[in-house]
């Protein structure tokens, strides 16, 4: 079995900065691409930024300029460093990543967090 866990999520007032952070972890055999997610009550969830296991980054076009993702693959970890902060931007973020995991397959799966909460006051 494999997991993810966030954090870092809190409180911020606009204009502020957040640091997120996601480690994997369990019987990992290779992460691919990896992302961020965040979804408001009553709003869809959109894919807010994601970056490949080569390290190519998208985002986006809201937080473009304002956010970076970055991972460290040695210690199976994605973080998203948030500057910049609107209250548009309050939401619970969700680690995503495809992971392959166990002794048996090689095949890809997507793996979830459990969420972590990100409140922009203005």
């Known amino acids: 079995q494999v997991q993810l866990v966030e954090s870092g999520g809190g409180l911020v007032q606009a204009g502020g900065s957040l640091r997120l952070s996601c480690a994997a972890s369990?019987?990992?055999?290779?992460?691919?691409?990896m992302a961020w997610y965040r979804q408001a009550p009553g709003k869809q969830r959109e894919l807010v930024a994601a970056?490949?296991?080569?390290?190519?980054?998208s985002y986006l076009d809201s937080v473009k300029g304002r956010f970076t993702i970055s991972r460290d693959n040695a210690k199976n970890t994605v973080s998203l460093q948030m500057n910049s902060l609107k209250p548009e931007d309050t939401a619970v973020y969700y680690c995503?990543?495809?992971?392959?995991?166990?002794?048996?397959?090689?095949?890809?799966?997507?793996?979830w967090g459990q969420g972590t909460q990100v409140t922009v006051s203005s």
């Open positions: 995503n990543a495809n992971i392959a995991y166990g002794l048996g397959s090689i095949a890809f799966r997507p793996v």
């Open positions: 369990g019987s990992i055999r290779s992460i691919d691409a």
């Open positions: 970056i490949t296991s080569g390290g190519i980054t």
